[in-house]
C-alpha cells in the first residue's frame, strides 16, 4: 500500500529564517511527486512535480528537492505571504495506478 | 486563464435535501476528479472521468453520485446528505490519468448540512 509522511505537522518559523520541510514516501513504481499548497478555505494550489531520484526545481524562495524515500521543500528566507498548509502527494503504478496519495500536510506559519 | 471553476464556492443543505455542486473546466483535460476534504485531513478521492468513462472508489458512499455531460462541466450529487458529509468538496483536472498527470484544482465548495 503507497504511504506517504509529512514532518512536521505543523511549523512556525521568524521572516527570514530559513527552514525544509520533508515528505517520506513508500510507493510501488513512483510516477510523480506533487507538491500543492493549500491556502485556508481554498483549494490545492499546485508548485512542483517531481519524476525520478535526484531531480530539483526551484520556484521563487521555495526549492522541492528528491530521493529514492523522500523529498524536501526547503523554503529560503520566508515571508509571511509563505504560510499555508503544505501538501504531499504520490502517484504510482501498481493498483493505486493513476491516484494521488497525500500527506497529512504541513502547516507553515510565517511570523513577521 | 485557464483554470477550475467551482460553484458555488458556499453550499449550505438541509439533512436529507439533495444537493448538486458544479466544476467546469477551461484546460480542455480529460479526466475530471472529485475530491472530499474535512477539516484538518488529506483530500479523499471519491471518483473520476476520464473522458466519459466513469470511475468509482470503492469506498465513495452510494450517496454520493456524479455526471459529466461534456468535457467541460462535471457535477457531483447528494441524493440525501447527512451531518457527516459537511466538508470541502474539490474538483481536479488533469490531461491523462497516471503517468505524472499533474491534476490542477479548483477553489472548492464548502458544504455544510443542517
Known amino acids: 500500500e503507497d504511504q506517504v509522511t509529512q514532518s512536521p505537522e505543523a511549523l512556525r518559523l521568524q521572516e527570514g529564517e530559513s527552514s525544509s520541510l520533508n515528505c517520506s514516501y513508500t510507493?510501488?513504481?513512483?510516477?510523480?511527486l506533487f507538491w500543492y499548497r493549500q491556502d485556508p478555505g481554498k483549494g490545492p494550489e499546485f508548485l512542483f512535480t517531481?519524476?525520478?531520484a535526484g531531480e530539483e526545481k526551484e520556484k521563487e524562495r521555495l526549492k522541492a528537492t528528491l530521493t529514492k524515500k523522500e523529498s524536501f521543500l526547503h523554503i529560503t528566507a520566508p515571508k509571511p505571504e509563505d504560510s499555508a498548509t503544505y501538501l504531499c502527494?504520490?502517484?504510482?503504478?501498481?493498483?493505486?495506478?493513476?491516484?494521488?496519495?497525500f500527506g497529512q500536510g504541513t502547516i507553515l506559519t510565517v511570523h513577521p | 486563464d485557464a483554470m477550475v471553476i467551482q460553484n458555488p464556492r458556499y453550499q449550505v443543505t438541509q439533512f436529507g435535501k439533495p444537493v448538486t455542486l458544479s466544476c467546469s473546466q477551461t484546460?480542455?483535460?480529460?479526466?475530471m476528479y472529485w475530491y472530499q476534504q474535512k477539516s484538518s485531513q488529506a483530500p479523499k478521492l471519491l471518483f473520476h472521468?476520464?473522458?466519459?468513462?466513469?470511475?468509482n472508489e470503492a469506498d465513495t458512499p452510494d450517496n454520493f453520485q456524479s455526471r459529466r455531460p461534456n468535457t467541460s462541466f462535471c457535477f457531483l450529487d447528494i441524493r440525501s446528505p447527512g451531518l457527516g458529509d459537511a466538508a470541502m468538496y474539490l474538483c481536479?483536472?488533469?490531461?491523462?490519468f497516471g503517468g505524472g498527470s499533474i491534476q490542477y484544482f479548483g477553489a472548492g465548495t464548502r458544504l455544510s448540512v443542517l
Open positions: 481536479a483536472t488533469s490531461r491523462d
Open positions: 510507493v510501488s513504481g513512483l510516477r510523480g
Open positions: 517531481l519524476y525520478s
Open positions: 502527494a504520490v502517484q504510482a503504478g501498481g493498483t493505486s495506478y493513476g491516484k494521488l496519495t
Open positions: 484546460l480542455n483535460h480529460n479526466v
Open positions: 472521468y476520464y473522458d466519459k468513462d466513469f470511475n
